[in-house]
């Protein structure tokens, strides 16, 4: 199946900074991504849909002046957690859309990324 | 989104059927079941969906009750890496659709 990355896969930062967080469609292009959000021992939770060219749709209660995202190309997309807090510690999972897939299931998701904050 | 059902966890003996149910008592009629996992710290894995027939690939089979109100994922030979939370969705096949995932079945497989 097709493969999509994210980068970092675990990031520790200080409390105030801002982490970007990369997710990448390898082999296929996507022009809607999804960003999720999981907490421990939570499901994953659906922050926002990120679509290619245009401003993201944020879930209800999403901020989405905090986490901003870019879609710029087909095959990227990035998370920007702004002025993280200890809060914001969690596990990032993207899922990307395969565009000319004609199959039963065309979202991929991504490894997760692991944000720290301290 | 039709609401899903699923037990919040489940033991299986290794090498034994793991049967996983969920209802979905007010699934429509354009809405497929899909089944997803997640190992713990990965990403989701898809596994398998179906919209009224049975349905079988590498991973599990899918049995749908004729009624369509629930349906059981099987592992037929389940192995330690089998570990996971399963996930139970309806949802309509179109394009653009998001995934929902609600809080699963923790399946922990015992030696």
Not at chain 1, 14 to 40: H, N
Not at chain 1, 54 to 68: H, R
Not at chain 2, 65 to 78: F, G, M, Y
Not at chain 2, 93 to 104: M, R
Request: glycine share 6%; net charge neutral; proline share 5%.
């Amino acid at each position: 199946g097709a493969v999509v990355s994210q980068h970092p896969s675990r990031v520790i930062c200080k409390s105030g900074t801002s982490v970007k967080i990369e997710c990448r469609s390898l082999d296929f292009q996507a022009t809607t991504m999804f960003w999720y959000r999981q907490f421990p021992k939570q499901s994953l939770m659906l922050m926002a849909t990120s679509n290619e060219g245009s401003k993201a749709t944020y879930e209800q209660g999403v901020e989405k002046d905090k986490f901003l995202i870019n879609h710029a190309s087909l095959t990227l997309s990035t998370l920007t957690v702004t002025s993280a807090h200890p809060e914001d510690s969690s596990f990032y999972i993207c899922s990307a859309r395969d565009l000319l897939s004609g199959g039963p299931d065309t979202q991929y998701f991504g490894p997760g990324t692991r944000l720290t904050v301290l | 989104d039709a609401k899903t059902t699923q037990p919040p966890s489940m033991d299986c003996a290794e090498g034994r059927a793991a049967n996983l149910p969920c209802n979905h008592s007010t699934i429509s009629g354009n809405e497929y079941v899909y089944w997803y996992r997640q190992i713990h710290s990965q990403g989701p894995q898809y596994i398998i969906h179906g919209l009224k027939n049975n349905e079988t690939n590498e991973m599990a089979s899918l049995i749908i009750t004729e009624d369509r109100k629930s349906s059981t994922l099987i592992l037929p030979h389940a192995t330690l890496r089998d570990t996971a939370v399963y996930y139970c969705i309806a949802r309509l096949k179109t394009s653009y659709d998001k995934v929902i995932f609600g809080p699963g079945t923790s399946l922990s497989v015992i030696p």
